[in-house]
Nanobody, 116 residues
Framework: QVQLVESGGGLVQPGGSLRLSCAAS????????MLWYRHPPGKQRELVAG???????NYADSVKGRFTISTDNGKNTVYLQMNSLKPEDTAVYYC??????????WGRGTQVTVSS
């Protein structure tokens, strides 16, 4: 099985930046797609960004131009670079990885708070 650990969350002021990391561990890791979700307080969970094994990326309209999803060369880690952060970006951010077999794995989440 695969274990996912998110890191990089924290408290930042509006306009600041954070980079989230999701490190995968486990034997025979073969991702098909890697995703970042977020769950703002009092709101529904939403898909923020995704990257396929081929490198294709997609973003929610609310973060286009501000967030960038990427992976390392071995595709063992997925990153979310977040720039020009806004208070409405405050949420718990979750890493989601779907293997080639279709089996999904979720990280525990990391808190991002944007506040002055």
């Amino acid at each position: 099985q695969v274990q996912l650990v998110e890191s990089g969350g924290g408290l930042v002021q509006p306009g600041g930046s954070l980079r989230l990391s999701c490190a995968a561990s486990g034997s025979n890791f073969s991702p098909s797609v890697m995703l970042w979700y977020r769950h703002p307080p009092g709101k529904q969970r939403e898909l923020v960004a995704g990257i396929s094994n081929s490198g294709s990326t997609n973003y929610a309209d609310s973060v286009k131009g501000r967030f960038t999803i990427s992976t390392d060369n071995g595709k063992n880690t997925v990153y979310l670079q977040m720039n020009s952060l806004k208070p409405e970006d405050t949420a718990v951010y979750y890493c989601n990885v779907i293997l080639q077999s279709g089996l999904p794995f979720w990280g525990r989440g990391t808190q991002v708070t944007v506040s002055s």
